[in-house]
């Protein structure tokens, strides 16, 4: 049984900032890549930002030179870090992490259950 637990949403004024995380624990063998998506009411779900084990990084063209993903590997942790947030930031991000429970099993991606950012005046 794997847990992914998010935290760090809510609302927040333009031009703010707010930090979320997201915890694995359980059963989890080795962890590969993490990962933040959001998705809109009436849109698709998008990745916004990617690390690999090793700490590459990607992101969407849309949060570039705002956001910030970084992760803790001691404590199977990945961050997401959003300055200058815009409305259009508006969405509920969901956690999303490439793990494995066994050393003789692939790895598998595994969902948190989605945090609200909500950015409003």
């Known amino acids: 049984q794997v847990q992914l637990v998010e935290s760090g949403g809510g609302l927040v004024q333009p031009g703010g900032s707010l930090r979320l995380s997201c915890a694995a624990s359980?059963?989890?063998?080795?962890?590969?890549?993490m990962g933040w998506y959001r998705q809109a009411p009436g849109k698709q779900r998008e990745l916004v930002a990617s690390?690999?084990?090793?700490?590459?990084?990607n992101y969407a063209d849309s949060v570039k030179g705002r956001f910030t993903i970084s992760r803790d590997n001691a404590k199977n942790t990945v961050y997401l870090q959003m300055n200058s947030l815009k409305p259009e930031d508006t969405a509920v991000y969901y956690c999303?992490?490439?793990?494995?429970?066994?050393?003789?099993?692939?790895?598998?991606?595994?969902w948190g259950q989605g945090t609200q950012v909500t950015v409003s005046s």
């Open positions: 690390i690999t084990r090793d700490g590459s990084t």
């Open positions: 359980g059963s989890i063998f080795s962890i590969y890549a």
């Open positions: 999303n992490v490439y793990l494995s429970t066994r050393p003789t099993r692939g790895a598998s991606p595994y």
